[in-house]
Each structure stands twice: as structure tokens, then as C-alpha cells.
């Protein structure tokens, strides 16, 4: 299996590339790139944390590059007040040159076949929808497209209806469903918001993780991320949405999931980015997702424990690292 995160890290975001970059290490899986989006923090910037998070994980040489800078049609908004002045909290990742050509990177990837290609989109879904309009020929060969996003027929966490990927830019968003000529997999809140994180779980997770370099910064990463929970009343813990969302695409946590038509909305301004699925088939069109209702939390840290323990191994040049494949949901 082979992977491209799109990513805007973002501190739940570093959480996926924590478990990617074990998964890689293990032969689970090809991390065959990492790109940015504008969200939590500029793209730029985000792509000086994740490069930052794969080298603190061993693997500096993933290909890696800054998507698009700003959404389609509105202004960027970021999150500073939610994941820190440049995107990781407490810590800050050194500044570095960041390279452009995301799409190119993307068309590479999809060039070697994509049958075993799966595109996750943890932040706003800015380049992946300029890549359909600019590269649809491409667009239209992926088969296997994973989303953290959207509020269905739930509480929104921006507006009182709507997520924060799809709010930062709509019409992303709405481009990306009306597009797509395969159903996506949706992670919305209704089931990322169960992937809550405690301090004293956190410091087992840190403990867990030995001589790895990440270890040192993961408290000051997450410290920023509890006290925002806080601040807007669900308690001193963190929702890792975006660790959640990797696990589903990878088939690594039991779901449930029910084939849908979704919409959102972008030009209003009051309902901008609300996400609506027909779970009745009253538009009557074709299914364009797979929302994603229910999955195995607990199933899911137990993973995210796992690969804590093989960047441990690697850090102490341990070659025997157990693979996860016997892990899988299905087996």
C-alpha cells in the first residue's frame, strides 16, 4: 500500500505522521509524499512542521512539498488560537526551504499506478481540488481518496454547522464532492471527535516512544491542544481527529459506513461549509462518499501504541521491528 498525506500540521496531524512514518518504517506501507495545505497554519509553514515531525520520526527523505497557498475564492483564515502560533503548539520546527511542486509530486505518485494509491486529506481540501481542475485526467485515476472533514448532520466545531476544513475554504470542499468520480471516504466529527487523548495517556504514548527524537517535543505539541479543549469547554484532553482518519484509510480499525451523497456549502454566508448527506436518496443522484459512522477508538490507540514502539525500536537500532499486517481490521 502506498500513501499520500495531505496534511496541515497542525498538532492532530502530527499524530499521523507519527503512525505513517512508523507504518513506513515497519514495510507496512510507501509513504510516498507529504504535501500542505493552508489551514491551521499557511502552507508554508506547515510544511516546515511536517518536514520538522519526519525527521524527528527518522524519515527526512520523504519526498515533501507546500501546496497551494490560499483557498479558491475566500481569504485564508488559520487557527493560532487552536494549535499555536505556527501550528505545533508549545514547540517550534526550524525554518527550512520549502519546494512547491506538490503536484508534481502527486502525478508522480499516481504515474507508478493507483490501485494500491491511497490520498489521505487531513486539512482544507484546497489542492486536491485545484489538482481536479487542472489535472483532471490525473484527478480521475484515483481510486482510493480518504477526508478528515465536515459536520454531517452534526454540531460543527467553527459554526454551529460547520467543520473547520470545510469552513477554511468551501468551495474546495464543494468542488471536491461535485468532482469526483469515486465515493470518498469521509471522516467527519461525528466520528473523530471519539479519538480523545488525556494527559496521562499522553505520557504513556511519550514513554512508549524511548529514545525516539519526537518524544522530546510530543508534550509541548499536545500541552497547546489540551488547554484549547479547555478553553472551549470539553475539558483538559484533545480530539486527534487526524490519527483517526489515517487508521480508517489504512483499514487498520474496525468502521462502519453507509454509501451517501454529500454537499457542501459555499456561498452563504451563514451556512458556509456545512456539510449535508442525503442518507434518504431523495436528490436521487449517485453516491459520491462513504461516510464513515462509527469506528473502533479503542482499536485505534492500541495502533498508534504500536507504532510508538517501533519508533522506539529504531531509535535503539532495533532491525527487528514487528509488522502490522496481522493487525488489520479484517483479519
Same mark, same amino acid.
Given at each position: ?42 502552507? $508554508? ?285 479484517? $483479519?
Amino acid at each position: 500500500m502506498r500513501v499520500i498525506l495531505d496534511c496541515d500540521p497542525g498538532i492532530d496531524d502530527t499524530y499521523a505522521i507519527i503512525f505513517l512514518t512508523a507504518a513506513a518504517q515497519a514495510g507496512l506501507i510507501e509513504l510516498d509524499c507529504v504535501t500542505t495545505t493552508s489551514g491551521n497554519a499557511p502552507a $508554508d509553514q506547515c510544511a516546515r512542521n511536517a518536514a520538522w515531525v519526519l525527521g524527528l520520526c527518522g524519515l527526512p527523505i520523504i519526498p515533501l512539498a507546500a501546496g497551494v497557498p490560499e483557498p479558491l475564492e475566500v481569504d485564508l483564515t488559520t487557527t493560532p488560537e487552536t494549535h499555536g502560533d505556527t501550528g505545533l503548539g508549545y514547540a517550534t520546527a526550524p525554518e527550512r526551504h520549502v519546494e512547491h511542486d506538490w503536484d508534481a509530486l502527486w502525478i508522480d505518485s499516481i504515474a507508478r499506478g493507483t490501485d494500491d494509491l491511497h490520498l489521505i486529506v487531513t486539512g482544507p481540501l484546497t489542492s486536491l481540488a485545484a489538482f481536479a481542475h487542472t489535472h483532471p485526467e490525473h484527478f480521475a485515476k484515483l481510486k482510493h481518496i480518504t477526508v478528515m472533514g465536515g459536520a454531517v448532520h452534526y454540531p460543527g466545531n467553527t459554526t454551529p454547522s460547520a467543520e473547520w476544513n470545510f469552513w477554511v475554504d468551501p468551495h474546495a470542499a464543494a468542488d471536491v464532492f461535485a468532482l469526483t468520480p469515486t465515493p470518498i471516504t469521509l471522516c467527519s466529527l461525528g466520528v473523530t471527535e471519539k479519538m480523545v487523548l488525556k494527559p496521562e495517556a499522553l505520557a504513556e504514548l511519550v514513554d512508549r516512544l524511548g529514545g525516539s527524537p519526537v518524544a522530546e517535543h510530543l508534550e509541548a505539541i499536545t500541552r497547546f491542544y489540551f488547554e484549547f479543549h479547555q478553553d472551549v469547554g470539553e475539558g483538559y484532553q484533545a480530539q486527534i481527529h487526524d490519527l483517526l482518519t489515517v487508521l480508517i484509510a489504512l483499514d487498520l480499525v474496525d468502521y462502519q459506513s453507509t454509501e451517501t451523497t454529500v454537499a457542501v456549502e459555499a456561498d452563504s454566508e451563514l451556512m458556509r461549509g456545512t456539510s449535508v448527506a442525503d442518507l434518504r436518496g431523495i436528490w436521487e443522484r449517485e453516491p459520491n462518499a462513504c461516510l464513515v459512522t462509527e469506528a473502533d477508538v479503542e482499536a485505534a490507540w492500541e495502533r498508534f501504541g504500536w507504532a510508538c514502539d517501533v519508533h522506539a525500536k529504531v531509535a535503539a537500532g532495533d532491525a527487528e521491528i514487528e509488522e502490522l499486517r496481522h493487525l488489520r481490521a479484517d $483479519d
